[in-house]
């Protein structure tokens, strides 16, 4: 329970905030952060806690997956985007109970107490059920995500660009990707940029045109959230960048190098060095553990299910917002949808609600404005539906890159991201190609090649693969060329990287 934690109470950050109502928002993405700008003015006391010590700008997380763009580009620390309201003071922690009966949260180990609480900790990936692929096949939500599959990415060029054996050299210019939303089209179009294009006058043993693309989907079209115009404008430009859409494709079990999916004509094997997942998506924990404290309804997915005001039924100071609530309040009656526009306005009506309580004025109404849905698909390419307005090609794009630029919420970054794009068009070259990080990364650090510490007497290069590079490079040797991969003497080299790779 939270009372057996030693309680935390802070000097407000302006002291005229002593006896001010107490705002904690949990979450620093776009619905955090909103609700955090729009009690700039307010008689409040706000407290933002968050995990991390910045927001990121997710949609863009594919572009410094494919080297386009660096970290820096899309993630801006907290402090400097809210820091400077005199009534905001920002925490580093993780919350990991809710007393909602005594108005309490524990994080860090610490009791804190609030007056409001919203709750706008977002979602993470869903491998529906079998999260032994999370090693196989990286996903797309967090910065050091992104990272990761720009490692393995060109990890694999640069061990292809070494290869003797044309055959390898395809395989390991493989990739498959699961998931046929924006985040997956993108991703393939991206990818395919980067492997054809940008790369094809770096690497010299390297032939573009043998690279392959799968873009893997249990649905009968891409983008099926968009209208069938646009889905199959998007298709006809994936298909022409060279990825091939599967189609009715359901993935059934994976290792390292192999794919196996459920089609109607069967069962169809993809052999690929490196998989990218962006399938499917689960609320935060935080959902599950509001429900367990409370009476509240959660949906199929596990998202809060809240009033008109976001708030919940039993408890009106508990707003949730964003991916982590489901709210059915609509026209339609149908979900807001977890994209950036939805989080947005619902943070900023949660921080204007709050304030006509805590002034006593009439309290707002919440009506969401659908601006509609994006997706880019090459440099100068990209679908838009606006409200029923379709446009694709490089009127999508310039849409596109106006409306992602608008939601950056700091203003430096949306200079240099618009200098970099412009670039990226001119001469189809990346300005974040760099080969970061150690093999075993994703290894526990009690490993023998542990990254941090970096060892000084035992250890791999950094210039090693990883253990999921090297455990899909012995599956290509032993299932694919039928040659037996030849461990070192005394050692168990296959078997190591296998484990190693499924941890």
Excluded at 355 to 383: E, K, N
Aim: proline fraction near 6%; include cysteine.
């Amino acid at each position: 329970m939270a009372g057996d934690h030693f309680f935390l109470e802070l000097e407000p950050p302006n002291k005229n905030l002593s006896k001010a109502a107490h705002v904690v928002i949990v979450g620093g993405g776009f619905a955090g952060v909103r609700a955090c700008k729009a009690l700039a003015k307010t008689d409040v006391r706000i407290t933002l806690i968050d995990k991390r010590n910045f927001n990121l700008f997710q949609p863009l997380l594919y572009q410094v997956a494919t080297g386009l763009v660096s970290r820096e580009d899309v993630a801006t620390p907290l402090r400097q985007l809210v820091g400077k309201q005199p009534n905001v003071q920002v925490l580093l922690g993780e919350v990991s109970q809710l007393n909602p009966s005594q108005k309490q949260i524990v994080f860090n180990g610490k009791a804190y107490s609030y007056d409001y609480l919203i709750l706008a900790t977002g979602s993470g990936s869903s491998y529906f059920g079998h999260e032994e692929w999370r090693s196989f096949a990286p996903t797309m939500k967090i910065l050091e995500h992104a990272e990761e599959i720009r490692r393995r990415l060109l990890m694999a060029m640069e061990q292809a660009e070494q290869m003797p054996d044309a055959h390898a050299r395809q395989f390991l210019q493989t990739v498959v990707i699961v998931g046929g939303g924006p985040s997956g089209c993108e991703m393939a179009g991206a990818v395919s940029e980067l492997m054809r294009n940008a790369m094809q006058r770096e690497f010299k043993q390297l032939d573009p045109t043998t690279t392959k693309i799968y873009l893997v989907d249990p649905g009968e079209r891409v983008l099926r959230a968009m209208p069938e115009g646009l889905s199959n404008s998007a298709q006809r430009t994936l298909e022409s960048l060279g990825v091939e859409i599967i189609f009715k494709g359901r993935v059934e079990s994976m290792q390292p190098g192999e794919v196996i999916m459920s089609t109607p004509n069967g069962e169809q094997r993809l052999q690929a060095a490196t998989v990218i997942w962006t399938a499917g998506v689960k609320p935060s924990h935080l959902g599950k553990k509001l429900a367990e404290s409370i009476d509240c309804e959660l949906d199929r997915a596990g998202r809060v299910v809240v009033e008109a005001d976001f708030s919940i039924r039993t408890h009106p100071d508990i707003r949730v917002v964003g991916d982590l609530c489901c709210y059915k309040h609509t026209k339609d009656g149908n979900p807001l949808p977890g994209m950036a526009g939805p989080a947005n306005q619902a943070g900023g009506f949660v921080g204007k609600d709050i304030t006509a309580l805590v002034s006593g004025s009439t309290r707002p109404r919440f009506d969401w404005f659908d601006f509609g849905s994006m997706a880019v698909l090459d440099r100068i390419a990209a679908v838009a539906n606006l409200r029923g307005l379709q446009f694709s090609g490089g009127i999508g794009w310039l849409l596109w890159a106006l409306a992602h630029l608008a939601f950056m919420p700091d203003r430096e970054n949306r200079f240099t991201l618009l200098f970099k794009w412009l670039i990226a068009i001119v001469s189809q070259q990346r300005s974040a190609m760099l080969l970061t990080g150690m093999p075993s990364q994703h290894i526990g650090n009690d490993m023998p090649d542990a990254h941090f510490p970096m060892p000084n007497v035992k250890g791999p290069s950094i210039a090693t693969p990883d253990a999921a590079l090297k455990a899909a490079m012995s599956y290509y040797s032993q299932q694919v060329s039928g040659i037996s991969a030849q461990p070192k003497a005394g050692t168990d080299e296959s078997s190591e990287d296998s484990v190693a790779a499924n941890k």
